[in-house]
């Protein structure tokens, strides 16, 4: 493309080079209802593009997620609930009387190149804060640069205990998402009331996410006296897993807790019925990640797993007036089948509420002025719950055990199951 047809097109839209370490990402912008797009500028191309003249008349938020591959939906359903919740700043006259801007880059669930996302937008970007995806994996990449950095980093889906309890002294990173150590609490609680399960096993990702599960399933299971058949691990790209789960047959195993993200969570389910084993499946909230009932097949409304939030036999004022929010700005959207993953809506919503009051309560766009200024928010009226006094300096995550649900497929609708 020529420099001369990137300076016609300019000021109309950003241009998408072809970069090696990233896949075109969607950069929204929305000071109004204009969407533009964007990829990572880098090299000579950075000087050919210039950026848009509001841009320093805007405060931006960054969101570094999977917008490609098995896990988008998650990405996408992400984009949705910050997309909804800067509309509403802006439609109040923004932040600091400034419009709010939404810079979109693709992780590809790739730890490294979330790290190069992540710099791309606190570095060249300027965003005040940035949000996490789906991942556990490029959440913890990202921790120490967040941190070394002084800009807020906030997780709205990975779920990694320590992403937030990283140890850091000075630590810039807060979630508001469900946390494994209370998450593996309520899988084995789950388990027990409903299955009566005696001897459970475990089949997880092997990855960080899939190490801090185990650490916390343990711990939870030792804290009721529960023996476990065994821990077995799996790669994402594994298509067959049962040599793993007949060894968690052949001791014992009642129940099976599950943690992997869509597509490997998909090819238990599959490796199950080609065993003809029918043992429940409580998982953590992978599922909800993606295409899962198409990938698991007709099974796969047997796995039960946790949210945080859905819209199914939600009617709540707020949950309502978001729902209908959502169909109006994104028409694909007709029914609840289409919201899919709601808890990615839903955590993401909520967060950019919170950082938004943050950087009101700061006064400016510096880092330490919105990190502290988020240990003083006293109460927020959410789509997810009313929070009171959602962070401190000793707990990072504004939801807790309380707040999770159980739900299952029906179709490819996510509904909730009575706990």
Request: hydrophobic letters at 45%; a positive charge.
């Amino acid at each position: 493309m020529s420099s001369n047809r990137l300076s016609r097109n300019r000021l109309s839209r950003i241009v998408l080079p072809r970069l090696s370490f990233a896949r075109p990402t969607r950069r929204l912008t929305l000071a109004g209802a204009t969407a533009l797009v964007a990829g990572a500028l880098v090299g000579p191309l950075a000087g050919l593009v210039a950026a848009p003249a509001q841009a320093q008349e805007t405060i931006k938020l960054g969101l570094v997620a999977a917008m490609s591959g098995q896990s988008a939906k998650s990405g996408e359903a992400i984009v949705r609930g910050l997309t909804l919740a800067i509309d509403e700043m802006n439609a109040k006259g923004g932040l600091l009387g400034k419009k709010v801007e939404l810079v979109v880059r693709d992780d590809e669930s790739n730890p490294a190149k979330g790290v190069v996302a992540a710099r791309e937008l606190v570095q060249r970007e300027k965003v005040a804060a940035f949000f996490g995806g789906l991942d556990t994996p490029v959440s913890i990449a990202i921790v120490p640069f967040a941190n070394q950095s002084k800009v807020p980093f906030m997780g709205v889906w990975a779920a990694g205990t320590p992403i937030t309890k990283n140890g850091a002294p000075d630590n810039y990173v807060f979630r508001v998402s469900a946390v494994d150590e209370l998450v593996d609490v309520a899988l084995v609680d789950y388990a027990v009331k409903t299955y009566g399960a005696k001897k459970p096993g475990m089949i997880l990702i092997n990855n960080p996410w899939g190490e801090s599960n185990e650490k916390g399933l343990k711990a939870a299971l030792e804290a009721k006296g529960i023996p476990f058949a065994g821990v077995e691990k799996f790669e994402t790209n594994d298509v067959d897993v049962v040599p793993q789960l007949t060894r968690l047959k052949q001791a014992g195993a009642d129940v099976l807790f599950l943690v992997a993200n869509v597509a490997p969570s998909a090819q238990v389910v599959k490796s199950l019925d080609r065993m003809g084993w029918s043992v429940p499946i409580v998982s953590h909230w992978g599922p909800a990640g993606g295409r899962f009932g198409e990938l698991a097949g007709a099974s796969a409304d047997k796995v039960h797993f946790i949210q945080t939030f859905t819209f199914s036999g939600n009617d709540a004022p707020k949950a309502t007036a978001v729902l209908t929010a959502l169909k109006a700005k994104y028409p694909a959207v007709k029914s609840l089948a289409d919201v899919t993953p709601a808890v990615g809506i839903a955590n993401a919503y909520d967060a950019a509420h919170l950082v938004g009051l943050a950087i009101a309560k700061a006064g400016a766009t510096d880092g330490t002025k919105i990190r502290d200024a988020l240990y003083t928010i006293d109460s927020y009226d959410g789509l997810i719950k009313t929070y009171k006094t959602p962070f401190t300096k000793q707990n990072h995550d504004a939801l807790a055990a309380s707040d999770y649900i159980f739900t299952q497929f029906k179709g490819d609708e996510i509904v909730p199951l009575k706990n």
